[in-house]
């Protein structure tokens, strides 16, 4: 059940992000990071606090896995923004990769969304966002995160 249990602790993290969308750019910025999560439900809820200090923000996940369909529906919050975003990320893992979508908007224009949780070890993870315009033929790669465990 609990799909999130690797991510409970504290990680640094290191954040590329695309500085412009949909332009076909590969022009990253890089920043740091610090996030700390926690279980709750017994692995069947995961919640985390990541802080951006060089960017003067912080952002919230909540994620609950649904117990009939064993999906699970992530839901982001900035502290710029200060609502808890819709729609949510719906997905599961298999073999060991999480993979998320949700349809939304970016910049006026619908996408869809896809979440990737990756290169899952004890000490070490990988989330990355990318957008989809034409109906998931193509995905372009927007944010990267690189997690190392602390401590």
Known sequence: MGD???FVGTWDVTNRRLRKRHVGSDDWDEFPGTSVAHSFFDGAGSFDEIRFPTRGFSGSTVRIRDAETGLWSIYWMNSRR??????????????????????????????????????????????????????????????????????
């Open 4 to 6: 999130f249990d690797f």
């Open 82 to 151: 200060g609502v808890l975003e819709q729609p949510p990320m719906v997905g599961r893992f298999v073999d060991g990769v999480g993979t998320f979508y949700a349809d939304d908007t970016d910049e006026g224009r619908p996408i869809r969304c896809r979440f990737i949780w990756s290169a899952i070890t004890p000490t070490s993870c990988r989330w990355e966002q990318a957008f989809s315009t034409d109906g998931e033929r193509t995905w372009e790669t927007n944010w990267v995160m690189d997690f190392t465990r602390t401590g």
